[in-house]
């Protein structure tokens, strides 16, 4: 018999492609979305698909009931860190919310791991590279509810014996991503603006660095931690080594679409300017990992981003502060 597997966000970017990874890997999937941030195309053929919010704590104690998962993988979020300022109640709600009624579900039907998605975004403005051993210094309401959960899962592991793993990914990108969003996901952003004739718009100067991540490389050790009791308990950043300035990255989103680099600068918003990882632990637990690079990356992610088209940037409706938000948010 199959073990089975519950992909929270399994219609959104990374979320899907965890739940094709687990059919690759020999897992039954059940997928979970509200379609809030997703699309269900992205669902992978051979999940079974159930349209419910992860806030829903009646509808997931159900779920767990009936399913019986043996492990769990939450990737269930909305991820815009920088508008997570402006929403505090929608981020908490949601993201931090969200992950305690599967926590929850998940001690009281006895799940043999839950895996947990993180962000680097819980080390803030802190030395770089990034290690795990630093102590995490979140500055913005995303961060914080994603150090939150983790703090939580240790606490529910000590008092429940729940076993759980941690992974901190940085600035993914490929094929799925949302490209609609115009508050996250700056490939995407690029990309939909290139391909109306707008320039590409960058906060401030550019310099910020990030190491764009492709999200093919990391999948498959994230899929096969759960079965590794060695990683219980653990956190692992994973992604890509090279970093590079948001003015580097513009100009290769333009290569990968054979088209000018147009750029427009806005105000400068609060943000960490610098930020990547290093990746020695998860190497040392799974081996050398995969490394797509940017060019290589940008390229199959600006073919599927032809092949669908562009999409309408989507204006998030509940905007709870107005101070200090970006004019191009509004």
Request: charged letters at 20%.
């Amino acid at each position: 018999m199959k073990l089975k597997v519950l992909v929270t966000g399994a219609a959104g970017f990374i979320g899907a492609h965890v739940a094709g990874e687990c059919l690759l890997q020999g897992f039954e999937v059940v997928g979970v979305d509200d379609l809030s941030g997703g699309f269900i195309e992205n669902v992978p053929p051979g999940v079974r698909f159930v349209r419910a919010s992860v806030t829903d704590d009646q509808g997931m104690e159900r779920l767990f009931a009936v399913e019986r998962f043996d492990y769990v993988f939450h990737l269930g979020a909305y991820a815009a860190e920088g508008l997570s300022h402006f929403i505090r109640r929608f981020n908490y709600e949601t993201n931090l919310g969200g992950s305690i009624v599967l926590i929850n579900a998940a001690i009281r039907h006895q799940v043999k791991c839950f895996f947990f998605t993180s962000s680097i975004a819980v080390y803030g403005r802190n030395q770089l590279p990034m290690l795990e051993e630093l102590t995490p210094q979140p500055e913005d309401p995303y961060g914080v509810s994603k150090y939150a959960v983790e703090l939580d899962l240790r606490a529910a592991h000590e008092m429940f014996g729940l076993n759980a793993v941690v992974f901190r990914p940085h600035n993914v990108y490929g094929e799925l991503q949302n490209i609609a969003d115009k508050y996250r996901n700056v490939i995407g952003i690029f990309m939909n603006q290139m391909l109306q004739g707008k320039p590409m718009s960058i906060f401030g100067d550019g310099r910020q660095t990030r190491a764009f991540s492709y999200v093919g490389d990391m999948v498959g050790t994230m899929v096969r931690s759960v079965t590794m009791p060695e990683c219980y308990g653990q956190v692992f950043n994973i992604g890509a080594d090279q970093h590079y300035s948001v003015l580097e990255l513009a100009q290769e989103v333009a290569r990968a679409l054979d088209l000018p680099a147009k750029i427009v600068h806005l105000e400068a918003r609060n943000e960490v300017v610098h930020a990547y990882a290093s990746h020695a632990k998860v190497e040392k637990i799974f081996g050398p990992q995969p490394a797509t690079s940017l060019a290589d990356g940008l390229r199959r992610m600006a073919n599927w981003v032809k092949s669908v088209g562009v999409r309408e940037p989507v204006r998030f409706k509940n905007i709870e502060i107005l101070k200090n938000l970006p004019p191009s948010w509004r």
